[in-house]
């Protein structure tokens, strides 16, 4: 809202104030960062619980590299939790989208599973875990059944929205120019619940996220973000611990905002979900 | 509309009060079939043989299992209820503490805008962390205790309602305010007449969702701090034992609490405090 004062005055396109304002928000994290580095040099803080930033992004790096322990534990433990997190998002993505469609467009979908889903959606995903570590082991499939639970109620959810917002006229449309069923399915419904189905997995992208760490914590025996940052409390190195934080925070926002963020953004101007409700 | 006509025209009106009813229960047997179908198969399954029973425990079992923990055996000690207590007053107690902090702090960065612009990129990067991942260091700093789990779901519970906060604040529009202040309204009344029922269909969204978080990260966080009590204690404990019958009763109970929490708590409040004052009021653009 304060930049509106500024923009009412002619400005030449390159100004300092516009590098400013661009910049501004890394400075707004910087500022911070910068006074926790110099209290830990100084030595008002704890330097064993707040090692300063520039001590953890050398833990972090050195253990990224090849003298880490083991070498290249860093991109381990990132490449174990992504894959467990793009394996259960798949499963949300095509099981959610079934069960979504099912809803939205059949009766029996409806009088089925939206009891079941109302009964199981109150239930903290994580509750699961020691359950899912019982039936199935511990392994990535039950990291991976976790990630699937927290990211298919938004997948459907949306889905079952975005049938429910589709234009009946289409379907007349459609089926007045003789579309068969299979058409009507193929031609018309898929192409219209898929931006909705980005948005769907773009929200449950950012619970399964959540909920992937979470589960590493309490289920992963090896390597994964939760687990790294689990596992070093336990040998008390803070440095790896605020280190796995910054990273769990960095691919969330990288995943939630610019994977899927970008996909949506460019899907939403191409088909353009809000042409007619 | 029924009981008030029913004096006047008995018989129209009873008619109609018996099918809304019937309606009524029509549609919560409609919603519970499936459920029911789903616990007959899951009962058969393990009868049969089909599922080990050692692993997967029939509804039954599950329910002789509740029935044993609740304690109606021996009346003076209920390990169930004492587990739901004690959840339930670290959840609260994070969720009081989340809402002294983030709801001030709302309204200071809602209102000032330099300090919003300073502060809200810290914010948007702590919004999408898991509070749980925070664990690890409360785990070194204070140990497996009570102060580690209200921590963590006071991390969880806190940035929602921060956010939310400023949100509400922020889509008052400036001329509510100009309004008002031309007027010569005080401080107080500006608070309490404007900027508070303007934010407030936000601020409640916000409420609802730092519960639900500190309901769903508390859970977690119980299994990893908890030293002796906790629904999430109680679950994660009877993996020990294989004790998978206590594991679902912890389960249905969490799904119980937290339709509670959502329906039963915020949505009267919801009602109550939305609607007294955007009936009356309409005050600001609260889009």
Known sequence: MSIDVHSARPANPISLRRIFDSIQPMIAIAIPLLIWEAAGRMGWINTFLFPPPSQIAHTIWVQAGPNGHPPGAILMHVGRSLYRFLSGLALAI??????????????????????????????????????????????????????????????????????????????????????????????????GILPYLI???????????RALIGAEMLAASSYGLGFMIYDASEYMSMDMIYGGIAL??????????????RLEAATTSKWGVNVER | MSTSNSSALPGPGSAHARMATTIHI???????????????????????????AAILPSPSMILVR????????????????????????????????????????????????FAYRWVSPIISLML???????????????????????????????????????QGVRSITKQ???????????????????????????????LKLGMAHSWRTLVAAEMMAALSSGVGFMIFSARTYMDVSTMFVGIVVLAVIGMTIEHGLFGPLEKMTVRRWHNTGRVGGSR
């Open chain 2, 128 to 166: 999408p962390l898991p509070a749980l991942a925070w664990t690890p260091i409360f785990l070194v700093i204070m140990g497996q205790s009570e102060a580690t789990i209200v921590w963590v779901c006071f991390l969880g519970a806190v940035f929602p309602i921060l956010y939310a906060t400023i």
């Open chain 2, 176 to 206: 509510s305010l100009w309004v008002v202040r031309s007027m010569g309204a005080r401080r107080r009344d500006i608070f309490f007449k404007v900027l508070l029922p303007g934010s407030l269909p936000a601020l409640m969204a916000g």
């Open chain 2, 26 to 52: 029509v549609s919560l047997l409609r919603f519970l079939a499936p459920i029911v179908a789903m616990l007959l198969v899951w009962e058969f399954c393990v009868r049969t043989g089909l599922a080990n």
């Open chain 1, 199 to 209: 948005t769907g997995t773009r929200l449950g992208s950012g619970f399964a996220w």
């Open chain 2, 66 to 113: 509740g029935a044993e923990l609740l304690g109606f055996s021996h009346a003076d000690h209920s390990p169930l209820i004492s587990h739901i207590l004690y959840s339930l007053v670290r959840a609260m107690s994070a969720f009081i503490l989340g809402c002294m902090v983030a709801i001030p702090l709302g309204f200071l960065l809602g209102l000032n805008a």
């Open chain 1, 248 to 261: 769990v925070a960095l691919l969330g926002y990288f995943i939630e905002n610019v994977l899927i963020g």
């Open chain 1, 94 to 191: 095509v099981i959610g989208t079934a069960v979504g469609i099912a809803i939205g467009m059949t009766r029996w979908g409806r009088l089925i599973f939206t009891p079941l889903i109302s009964a199981i959606m109150p239930v903290p995903t994580l509750a699961w875990t020691p359950i899912l570590l019982l039936l199935v082991g511990l392994d990535d499939r039950t990291t991976i059944i976790i990630v699937f639970i927290a990211a298919s109620f938004e997948v459907i959810y949306t889905i079952v929205v975005g049938i429910e917002m589709m234009s009946v006229k289409v379907f007349w449309v459609a089926r007045s120019m003789g579309a068969s069923r299979q058409q009507i399915f193929w031609k018309v419904i898929i192409p």
